[in-house]
């Protein structure tokens, strides 16, 4: 697939695009990623003029053992958010973080074009009923559907897999099979570093990620300042960019087609220079 249609507008995968974090909660584990609603704009014009064709707005954290909040809570930090970039930077293309089908909507009305599910619609069945509702109307919103198990309470403790590879090869057709029954179109997948895997899972999947171009769909790879890095590192997220552009270098050279960073400048930098290495 060598394109997304969001809402109607085309979204090129020929070359790797970025997904800027924006993360409108007060507890997200990198702390430089979250942004009260005054400085929401200006970091969505920077991000935007540093090369992320996708901004990501998440008013959820779902690092492991965040607390939970309401509905109610999300959907007051993330829309503003949302309309206020929407209104400023009507060429960007955003993305709503979201496990919950209410938010997803609500957000897709205000202006949001891609849904980025971290459950793959496994902590609210009224996220496929979501998806439902758009296909119906002839609105192509696509869908992330990423790989996890259990909640941000739990997913630490589930980490146990027959077969690494084979299982989330399983989740993915079933939930891909699930989607197409719903006249869902564009689907991109997002093997879930970080969730429901201990520090070595995340670098076998890493290793192994050209295993799950076999759908033929778009892969999003999001490792971005990430335990995975700065635990192995013994730092910490705030010195984990390095770290970062060596993993994202690594996923780019294995097929990734969309890179979700907190580090857009140095992101397309990175980018830039993998192409050039790969050139015929």
Do not use: W
Not at 49 to 62: F, M, P, R, V
Not at 131 to 154: D, E
């Amino acid at each position: 697939m060598n394109f997304l249609n969001c809402k109607g507008k085309l979204l090129s995968l020929e070359n790797p695009v970025i997904m800027g974090i924006l993360n409108v909660t007060p507890d997200s584990f990198y702390a430089e990623s979250r942004f009260l609603e005054n400085d929401i704009l200006p970091k969505a014009l920077q991000m935007y003029q540093d090369g992320a064709t996708i901004l990501d707005i998440g008013g959820y954290s779902t690092r492991p053992n965040a607390p939970e909040i309401t509905e109610e809570e999300e959907l007051n930090r993330v829309l503003p958010a949302i309309e206020l970039i929407y209104k400023n930077l009507p060429n960007a293309i955003i993305s709503v973080d979201t496990f919950r089908g209410e938010v997803a909507k609500q957000a897709i009305e205000k202006g949001a074009s891609i849904i980025n599910d971290v459950s793959g619609g496994n902590l609210d069945n009224k996220m496929f009923e979501t998806l439902a509702y758009f296909n119906a109307q002839g609105i192509n919103v696509p869908y992330i559907l990423m790989h996890s198990k259990g909640n941000p309470q739990t997913m630490t403790k589930l980490t146990d897999y027959t077969h690494l590879e084979g299982d989330i090869l399983q989740y993915f057709n079933e939930k891909i099979l699930h989607l197409r029954n719903i006249g869902q179109k564009d689907i991109v997948l997002d093997l879930g570093f970080g969730f429901a895997k201990t520090l070595d899972q995340n670098y076998q999947l890493l290793k192994n990620l050209q295993i799950f171009n076999i759908f033929g769909l778009p892969l999003l790879v999001g490792v971005s300042r990430k335990s995975m890095i700065y635990k192995l590192l013994e730092t910490t997220p705030q010195n984990s960019l390095l770290g970062s552009a060596v993993l994202h270098t690594i996923s780019l050279q294995k097929g990734a087609n969309i890179i979700r960073t907190h580090d857009v400048k140095e992101t397309a930098d990175t980018i830039k220079l993998v192409k050039k290495c790969l050139e015929d």
